[in-house]
Nanobody
Framework: VQLQASGGGLVQPGGSLRLSCAAS????????MGWYRQAPGKQRELVAT???????NYRDSVKDRWIISRANAKNTVYLQMNSLKPEDTAVYYC???????????????WGQGTLVTVSS
């Protein structure tokens, strides 16, 4: 199983970016998916999660600015980031809880990380 993230880059404050992350490989089902970030010198932190049923959860600092969504048929999760701020600069990692075989538990899988830099 692999998670391939894309969509990072350099953007000015107030701008927008859309991250994508697609899971591929031997997959029976995908449970929760989400995004985490790690800024230089800081610990990785939760940004947003979404269940297979579409229930979302956000950290307070991004609530009302960002939207997490998913396309279940494509095993893909998205993060629409609006009104970006310099403090949003970080490497963003996608995460998915994936069941590989029927009747088994899910395991955590991580994408490779994509850098988002917010700077003028």
């Amino acid at each position: 199983v692999q998670l391939q993230a894309s969509g990072g880059g350099l953007v000015q404050p107030g701008g927008s970016l859309r991250l994508s992350c697609a899971a591929s490989g031997n997959i029976f089902s995908v449970d929760d998916m989400g995004w985490y970030r790690q800024a230089p010198g800081k610990q990785r932190e939760l940004v947003a999660t979404i269940t297979s049923g579409g229930t979302t959860n956000y950290r307070d600092s991004v609530k009302d600015r960002w939207i997490i969504s998913r396309a279940n048929a494509k095993n893909t999760v998205y993060l629409q980031m609006n009104s970006l701020k310099p403090e949003d600069t970080a490497v963003y990692y996608c995460n998915a809880k994936i069941v590989r075989y029927a009747g088994t538990w899910s395991n955590d899988y991580w994408g490779q990380g994509t850098l988002v830099t917010v700077s003028s």
